[in-house]
């Protein structure tokens, strides 16, 4: 893994924008994002940025906790949200049709997606936010390499 970014944040708005330009500055689908930080990091935040970015109102973009996966139509592609907290093997990932999603040609986000890291195709995105104090957030940004795309 080799690190693309680094950031600092120091409100929930900072962490939406970084979404935003993350969206931006790397993501060119069909792309796989992972994110973790602990419980209430902002996981869900850089999400609605990310959202944003692709034209989706960031009031529709909730954490898809128990639904496990949310689909939004953005612009110019679709971004599926999925969270994998609650699930305990890759059957389970497999049988919320992940593999399908990959080939959908948008970008996918998997929150908690670091308990299957080991299963995930290369290339793709892992975003990690870690919790510093009440309002600050550091987020480091690697990118697995390999696949048919080697970017970034």
Do not use: N
């Amino acid at each position: 893994m080799r690190e693309v970014a680094f950031w600092r944040t120091e409100s929930p708005e900072e962490t939406k924008r970084l979404g935003k330009e993350f969206v931006l500055g790397f993501c060119r689908p069909p792309v796989l994002v992972l994110l973790s930080g602990e419980l209430g990091a902002g996981k869900t935040v850089f999400v609605k940025g990310m959202a944003q970015a692709l034209g989706i109102p960031e009031s529709e973009v909730r954490s898809p906790t128990f639904s496990l996966v949310h689909e939004y139509s953005g612009k110019p592609y679709p971004l599926y949200h999925m969270d994998f907290y609650r699930l305990s093997r890759w059957e389970e990932v497999v049988d919320l049709g992940f593999p399908e999603y990959l080939e959908g040609g948008g970008i996918v986000v998997v929150e908690w997606g670091e308990k299957f890291l080991s299963f995930f195709p290369p290339p793709f995105f892992w975003v990690q936010i870690g919790i510093v104090d009440e309002c600050v957030r550091h987020i480091r940004v690697t990118h697995s390499g390999g696949g048919d795309d080697s970017r970034p």
